[in-house]
């Protein structure tokens, strides 16, 4: 059984064009992340959810927008893609519990690639 | 502001030699310090995490780090290393003021391990 799954592991898409990431995770964590991996691996987040509730919203250009239906699910849409958004996108949850002291788990990774 | 440091980006060593791959964060808090290791193609999946007490933390898959507040590293060894062992190596620091579960990534290590 996957704990964190992503969907689609694949997006190759137009400048322009509005695409969803999906990511669902049976842990039965509170806490739900969006990170971005670029070209060079660095790893940044993106924005969190704690029981259904933004708590973490970094930087981010609004054309993303992070929507969890529920605490298992938390989906990224991004409007009006750009070049620049082409990177690996990852999931990922923790129990909630211990705050900052938290492990993440991780989802396999979605490669957005952007024409 | 917390940063990670991780000075090497590469690391080639080979099968059964010693490796340690170091990170160096920055903080003005007390903080919590993990390694994530991200097999090609693959998510991140945690190797140790220091909280508190003993500096030394043992790991999966045979790797341990030390916690040095004076020195202000976490640098991450292994014994021998195998050829499975290659991967990114990733340096995460927690711990802010507002409490928020944000991890700070380093820009990640790679172990190239050759037979």
């Known amino acids: 059984d996957t704990a964190v799954s992503q969907t689609p592991k694949y997006l190759v898409t137009q400048m322009g064009n509005d695409k969803s990431i999906k990511c669902e995770q049976n842990l039965g964590h509170d806490t739900m992340y969006w990170y971005k991996q670029d070209s060079k691996k660095f790893l940044k987040i993106m924005f969190s959810y704690n029981n259904k509730e933004l708590i973490i919203n970094e930087t981010v250009p609004n054309r993303f927008s992070p929507k969890s239906p529920d605490k298992a699910h938390l989906n990224l849409h991004i409007n009006s893609l750009e070049l620049g958004d082409s990177a690996v996108y990852f999931c990922?949850?923790?129990?909630?519990?211990?705050?900052?002291?938290?492990?993440?788990?991780f989802g396999p990774g979605t490669r957005l690639t952007v024409l | 502001a917390q940063s990670v440091t991780q000075l090497d980006s590469q690391v080639p060593v080979f099968e059964e030699a010693p490796v340690e791959l170091r990170c160096n964060y920055s903080s003005s808090v007390s903080v919590y310090l993990f390694w994530y290791v991200q097999y090609p193609n693959q998510g991140l999946q945690l190797l140790l995490k220091?909280?508190?007490?003993?500096?030394l933390v043992k790991g999966i898959n045979g790797f341990e780090a030390e916690f040095n507040k004076s020195q202000t590293s976490f640098h991450l060894r292994k014994p021998s290393v195998h050829i499975s062992d290659t991967a990114e190596y990733f340096c995460?620091?927690?711990?802010?003021?507002?409490?928020?579960?944000?991890?700070?990534f380093g820009s990640g290590t790679r172990l190239l391990v050759r037979p």
């Open positions: 220091y909280l508190s007490g003993s500096t």
């Open positions: 995460a620091v927690s711990g802010s003021e507002d409490s928020s579960y944000k991890l700070i």
């Open positions: 990922a949850s923790s129990q909630g519990t211990s705050g900052r002291a938290d492990t993440q788990y």
